[in-house]
């Protein structure tokens, strides 16, 4: 397939896209135009519905339907409105980061370090297992005043929370149902300590894993009943039962534990907080591409057999599609690199703007941008590859390769038979769109 551009049709803003098939009719193939109103070019056995007018007429409503319903322009994704406040910055002569106009990659210090804490957050959780299995350990052991009602009503109780951990549907119940084994661990506690004296126990120390529990996986609110119930732990016996288990010199204990709880808890929570707020960052700049702020090679490489195996599932077609700045190396070596820097942020923006939010567009290396369409037939596929041809910014052109999922090749085989098209689109002289066999 072959669709080219005048060079009149370069320097003015393209024609609105038809609204209705009453549009439509006027512009079919049959009177020599295309829908978007330049000559009509064959498409061999991809030509538009073959050579019968009226399916021609229902194949481009199709497609005019579907480009109503592209992303709004007045609102473009997150990723876009920051570029325009980049770039108010650069005009104001705000100083803005520079990046060169290379192929970014993905952000290897940024990935390193997510593997670091990914690495770290599997040995503090088989630290935390290893206290827990001790704690377990310790209900047997035999304590120094002998009260075998006690000890064994925590071992039992133990054993109950050990197998509701793993017998319990927790993700069907409400999340916080979720707390229920680390608070009824303080009852184990208040029992352990009881079955050794009381305040002579040393089993009060335990007291810290179901707090550190509750600041890892629980929520604010759920470590707050943790600190009270703790707190009731130490007092409620002195008050109830007292001497000589439990004297008045407990007290000091009860108020050590009631200051060192809270900020134990809280501030292994706040750590929490921000060890996954920053993964959470670094996740965003691993599949975010530096400069034009779209999705990177990564997250393409992610995404397309993510897609494809939806597509396999549900039966619907898929497309992709691979754009090519044309003479970028000319461009860039003539004006500078920050002008080319800018020409691919102005590409992103114009072609984000173009698709529908489902949709991805990613940076695929250097003046390289690749276009995913999920649920998108062919034909559909060519009237979005013109409109973002057609949106390219200033005088420049681009070249598109277009290749529509077969059903059974893999996400390898369709970007090779895309890129295959985006090389013929160049060898038939740039500043077009081809179909790929």
């Given at each position: 397939m072959a669709m080219r551009k005048s060079g009149t049709a370069a320097m003015r803003a393209p024609e609105p896209w038809p609204r209705n098939s009453r549009d439509t009719a006027t512009k079919t193939p049959g009177n020599g135009t295309t829908p978007w109103g330049r000559p009509f070019v064959g498409f061999g056995p991809f030509e538009f519905g073959g050579a019968d007018p009226p399916t021609r007429e229902r194949e481009y409503s199709s497609a005019v339907r579907r480009s109503s319903q592209l992303a709004p322009v007045h609102e473009p994704p997150a990723a876009?409105?920051?570029?325009?406040?980049?770039?108010?910055?650069?005009a104001s002569?705000?100083?803005v980061r520079n990046f060169k106009h290379r192929d970014h990659g993905p952000d290897k210090k940024g990935w390193k370090l997510l593997s670091l804490l990914r690495a770290l957050a599997s040995s503090v959780a088989l630290a935390r297992s290893c206290v827990a299995c001790l704690a377990f350990v310790l209900v047997l052991l035999p304590p120094a005043e002998e009260n075998s009602s006690a000890l064994l009503s925590a071992a039992l109780l133990c054993v109950l929370i050990a197998a509701s951990a793993f017998l319990v549907p927790w993700e069907k119940l409400p999340a916080g149902a979720q707390a229920l084994g680390p608070l009824a661990y303080f009852v184990v506690i208040a029992l352990l300590r009881e079955a050794e004296g009381g305040s002579v126990s040393g089993y009060g120390a335990l007291i810290l894993l179901p707090i550190c529990w509750l600041a890892l996986y629980g929520t604010r609110g759920q470590l707050s009943v943790a600190l009270v119930v703790m707190v009731v732990m130490f007092v409620v016996p002195i008050i109830l039962l007292g001497e000589p288990h439990y004297p008045s010199s407990e007290w000091r204990r009860a108020l050590m534990w009631a200051g060192v709880g809270p900020v134990v808890g809280l501030t292994v929570q706040r750590l929490v907080s921000q060890r996954r707020e920053l993964i959470g960052k670094l996740r965003e700049v691993a599949r975010a591409d530096g400069l034009t702020g779209v999705a990177n090679r990564r997250a393409w490489d992610e995404e397309l057999p993510r897609e494809l195996s939806r597509a396999r599932r549900s039966g619907k077609p898929m497309s992709v599609a691979l754009l090519d700045l044309d003479h970028f190396k000319a461009f860039n070596d003539s004006r500078g690199h920050q002008a080319g820097d800018q020409l691919l942020m102005d590409a992103a923006i114009g072609w984000g703007k173009q698709i529908k939010d489902?949709?991805?567009?990613?940076?695929?290396?250097?003046?390289?941008?690749a276009v995913l369409l999920p649920n998108c037939p062919v034909i559909e596929a060519c009237g979005i590859a013109e409109r973002l041809r057609e949106v390219t910014p200033g005088e420049e052109t681009c070249s598109v390769g277009i290749a529509c999922w077969d059903g059974s090749e893999s996400s390898e085989a369709l970007i090779?038979?895309?890129?295959?098209?985006?090389?013929?689109?160049?060898?038939?002289?740039?500043?077009?769109a081809v179909l790929a066999a």
């Open positions: 876009i409105r920051g570029l325009r406040i980049d770039q108010e910055r650069k002569g705000t100083p489902a949709d991805l567009i990613a940076r695929y290396g250097g003046e390289e941008f090779a038979r895309a890129d295959h098209a985006l090389y013929e689109a160049k060898g038939k002289g740039r500043d077009r």
